[in-house]
């Protein structure tokens, strides 16, 4: 038995395009939609299990990438969005009638600041980056998608498809967060780097 991880990658990866250069994102309204331009490809583009990263209908995972917010432009609708949940770091902007999210913004002082969280499935454009990792797996788990027990098949069905697992973001991200933070706190003075 397999996971309906997510659909754009039930199937396997499909590669990216180095000089794909952004497309247009729209919401599933029928009329009306919500469409958002981005002007580049996305980066750190993964899986993500966490609760607040919106899912398509039956999917366990979302695939979520960020795009540098001077790339992105709201182009019709814009009176559809709301922002789900304001307390939130990522304030993500989800159209109101079919409830899918077009983008996530940081407005406060993060190591992400300047980046949007954006949905590449919402494009029909082809050569958007593929998904580079799995993240925050075992969040799958609180919000019941699936057992605790099935924990670990998931993972490996995440592995066969090429995407390393983490329950956190990648080391990486993780890594740059933790700069940051040391960096304002004072723990890592700037002459150190
Ligand atoms: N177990 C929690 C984890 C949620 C979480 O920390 N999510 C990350 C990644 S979202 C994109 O990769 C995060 O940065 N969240 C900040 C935010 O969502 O505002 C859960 O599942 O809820
Ligand atoms: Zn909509
Ligand atoms: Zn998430």
């Known amino acids: 038995m397999s996971f309906n991880l997510h659909p754009l990658i039930n199937n396997g990866l499909k590669k990216g395009t180095d000089s794909f ?17 981005l002007s580049s490809n996305v980066a750190h583009n ?34 559809k969005l709301h922002i789900v949940d304001e307390k939130a770091v ?39 980056q593929e998904p580079q990792f799995a993240a925050f797996v075992s969040s799958v788990i609180e919000q019941g998608l699936i057992a605790p027990e099935q924990a670990d098949k998931v993972r490996s069905q995440l592995k066969g498809l090429g995407l390393e697992t ?23 003075r700037e002459s150190k780097l």
């Open 21 to 37: 250069s952004g497309g247009s994102l729209h919401c599933h309204c029928k009329s009306s939609p919500v469409t958002v331009s």
């Open 46 to 79: 993964h899986a993500c299990g966490c609760s607040k990263c919106w899912k398509p209908s039956g999917a366990i995972f979302s695939i979520v990438g960020v795009v540098p917010r001077s790339s992105l432009s709201v182009t019709s609708n814009a009176n």
């Open 90 to 128: 990522i304030q993500r902007h989800a159209c109101k009638d079919c409830g899918v999210h077009m983008f996530g913004r940081i407005e406060t002082e993060h190591a992400f600041y300047g980046l949007d969280f954006v949905h590449v499935e919402l494009s029909d454009q082809k050569g958007w």
């Open 166 to 188: 983490y329950d956190a973001l990648s080391p990486g991200l993780m890594d740059a967060i933790a700069t940051f933070v040391a960096k304002k706190n004072g723990a890592l």
